[in-house]
């Protein structure tokens, strides 16, 4: 069974699999580092803070995504004719609406509502 063309797959498993990973070594970081009463509760900022984590380092690792799809086609070929890369510029703007919009909506919120849970 051959693979439809038209992306880079290699890029595509490779940006899969390793968020799956980030996501394993957020949850890893979370469990490791929080408080003994917080195990089994508060849940929704749990999910926030690896989220967050998440999107910080995709972030980071967008910059080599983007150099490798950038070099999926000859440098000859313009960027928005190549039928092998990935579609980076709609990736980036993602990547910062979503980093916005935690910063100023969702942490915030997150935080008051985890501090004015008082049991």
Not at 16 to 34: C, E, G, P, R
Request: proline share 5%; hydrophobic share 60%.
């Amino acid at each position: 069974m051959a693979l439809p063309e038209g992306f880079n797959w290699f890029l595509i498993f490779l940006t899969v699999a390793l968020s799956l990973i980030l996501v394993a070594v957020n949850i890893y970081i979370l469990i490791h580092y929080q408080h003994p009463d917080d195990a089994n509760q508060a849940w929704f900022p749990k999910i926030v803070v690896v989220f967050g984590l998440w999107l910080a380092m995709a972030m980071v690792l967008l910059f080599p995504l983007d150099v490798a799809n950038r070099a999926a086609c000859s440098f000859s070929i313009v960027e928005s004719s190549c039928k092998f890369t990935l579609p980076m510029q709609q990736m980036w703007q993602a990547c910062f609406i979503t980093s916005l919009v935690m910063t100023f909506f969702f942490i915030p919120f997150t935080l008051f509502f985890y501090e004015g849970d008082s049991d």
